[in-house]
């Protein structure tokens, strides 16, 4: 506690001692005092006080300002600055942060109309300080409650250690509503090298470099563990790897488009499909395009893999065997209309009466150009006769119906997106 005895203008004597509470005790700074006259008598009755903080012992404009009107008895003064019970002009709390520049404060005191109190009373730390200047030198410690940092806060070297295995070492969490980012990693220059939004997003525009990146997922299971979205307009690639010289390996483009050089698909185990393309319900687009860029710009598509599986538009080379659906019909079957799923069908069983006749449907052959079946009447006396009815008013070879009269006969027909072609005719026993 600190004591000042000061004669005043008009023959007025104030003594008085400043208490600085601790910040959580007690939230203001309290002045307590005789006021006496130049006899030494209190004085009694209706005063007005005024108490300013300034950052020198003379001169200079107040940081702070509190009027206060008092009654005494006895010449007792006791005010607190700072919770409401003058009129106050500044922030107190401000006014009382020292600064590198500006360490010290001094307090001054006007009563009445009289001068201001002169020399103004220096205000010192206590055990139980209001605010502290500086913590530059200071060593260890606990601080157990709230810490908030209004300006910039340097760190040299600073490393967070956890106190213990089950606790965070930074926890940093928004306020109710929160719309701003929640850290922001900025250069020199002001520049956003990284930030993390107010729900979590990492923003990262410089290089994240890192010898191992594992990204886990919520455990919830209903978002996505990785999300790259582009801005509006985007036109440079989402992701890109590249090599140790900078040249790409794998990109993804702003339209979803994915280049890779010499990408080899390795199945996990002999039990899993190293690739599967899974088409939306409904699909109407290709599965898979095979392209090659024209000169001049443009792709020809030397292959296509449609919606319903069929295989289009140019030669698909195999270099292996190649296994196709092969459909037998019996008795039960006949009259059955062929679809995708079919290659080869041949017409085996017993016909219970020498003119008996088996038909076999065709679908429709537009918009399955290029779609081929092979049809054989089984080769034994007692197999039916074999009739093909091309759908409607198509064609096989200009006419309206192909027949197998006798045993052991197949064709081979082709679709040419309007009508069916004969490419194969002969007979095997």
């Known amino acids: 506690m600190r004591r000042l005895q000061i004669l005043l203008a008009g023959g007025i004597l104030l003594l008085f001692a400043a208490v600085f509470g601790q910040v959580s005790l007690f939230p203001?700074?309290?002045?307590?005092?005789?006021?006496?006259?130049?006899?030494?008598?209190?004085?009694?009755?209706?005063?007005?006080?005024?108490?300013?903080?300034?950052?020198?012992?003379?001169?200079?404009?107040?940081?702070?300002?509190?009027?206060?009107?008092?009654?005494?008895?006895?010449?007792?003064?006791?005010?607190?600055?700072?919770?409401?019970?003058?009129?106050?002009?500044?922030?107190?709390?401000?006014?009382?942060?020292?600064?590198?520049?500006?360490p010290e404060r001094?307090?001054?005191?006007?009563?009445?109309?009289?001068?201001?109190?002169?020399?103004?009373?220096?205000?010192?730390?206590?055990?139980?300080?209001?605010?502290?200047?500086?913590?530059?030198?200071?060593?260890?410690?606990?601080?157990?409650?709230?810490?908030?940092?209004?300006?910039?806060?340097?760190?040299?070297?600073?490393?967070?250690?956890?106190?213990?295995?089950?606790?965070?070492?930074?926890?940093?969490?928004?306020?109710?509503?929160?719309?701003?980012?929640?850290?922001?990693?900025?250069?020199?220059d002001g520049l956003g090298l990284a930030s993390f939004g107010a729900t979590g997003q990492l923003q990262v525009s410089g290089v994240l470099a890192n010898d191992e990146l594992i990204v886990l997922d919520d455990g919830v299971g209903t978002n996505p563990t990785v999300k790259i979205q582009g801005s509006t307009g985007q036109t440079a690639n989402l992701v890109e790897v590249l090599d140790p010289s900078s040249v790409p390996l794998l990109t993804v483009g702003a339209g979803g488009a994915m280049n890779a050089k010499n990408m080899v698909l390795k199945t996990p185990?002999?039990?899993?499909?190293?690739?599967?393309?899974?088409?939306?319900?409904?699909?109407?687009?290709?599965?898979?395009?095979?392209?090659?860029?024209?000169?001049?710009?443009?792709?020809?598509?030397?292959?296509?893999?449609?919606?319903?599986?069929?295989?289009?538009?140019?030669?698909?080379?195999?270099?292996?065997?190649?296994?196709?659906?092969?459909?037998?019909?019996?008795?039960?079957?006949?009259?059955?209309?062929?679809?995708k799923f079919q290659s080869i069908i041949i017409v085996d069983y017993a016909a219970v009466a020498p003119d008996t006749v088996c038909t076999i449907n065709l679908p429709t052959a537009a918009g399955i150009k290029g779609r081929t079946y092979t049809i054989k009447r089984a080769f034994y006396t007692a197999t039916p006769q074999v009739v093909i009815d091309p759908y409607l008013d198509e064609k096989i070879d200009y006419g309206s119906l192909r027949y197998l009269f006798t045993p052991g006969n197949y064709v081979t027909i082709v679709s040419d997106g309007a009508n069916w072609h004969e490419i194969a005719f002969g007979n095997s026993p």
């Open 28 to 102: 203001g700074v309290r002045l307590q005092g005789v006021l006496k006259d130049a006899g030494g008598n209190p004085v009694n009755g209706g005063v007005t006080v005024q108490v300013h903080i300034y950052t020198a012992p003379t001169g200079g404009t107040p940081l702070y300002t509190e009027t206060f009107s008092r009654t005494l008895s006895a010449g007792i003064l006791d005010v607190i600055l700072g919770v409401g019970q003058g009129t106050a002009t500044g922030d107190l709390q401000a006014a009382l942060a020292a600064t590198q520049t500006e």
């Open 106 to 188: 001094w307090l001054g005191i006007v009563v009445n109309s009289d001068p201001e109190l002169s020399p103004r009373a220096m205000l010192n730390s206590t055990p139980h300080s209001f605010r502290v200047g500086t913590v530059d030198g200071a060593r260890g410690g606990t601080i157990t409650g709230d810490v908030n940092v209004a300006g910039a806060m340097n760190a040299k070297n600073m490393v967070l250690v956890s106190p213990g295995p089950i606790q965070t070492p930074l926890s940093i969490q928004g306020s109710s509503g929160q719309t701003a980012n929640l850290v922001e990693i900025k250069n020199s």
């Open 269 to 339: 185990g002999p039990s899993q499909t190293p690739l599967i393309i899974e088409g939306a319900m409904g699909q109407t687009g290709n599965l898979t395009e095979w392209r090659l860029p024209i000169a001049g710009g443009g792709y020809s598509t030397p292959m296509k893999i449609g919606p319903s599986g069929d295989v289009t538009t140019g030669p698909l080379q195999v270099d292996g065997s190649v296994t196709l659906n092969l459909t037998k019909v019996t008795q039960t079957d006949c009259g059955l209309t062929l679809d």
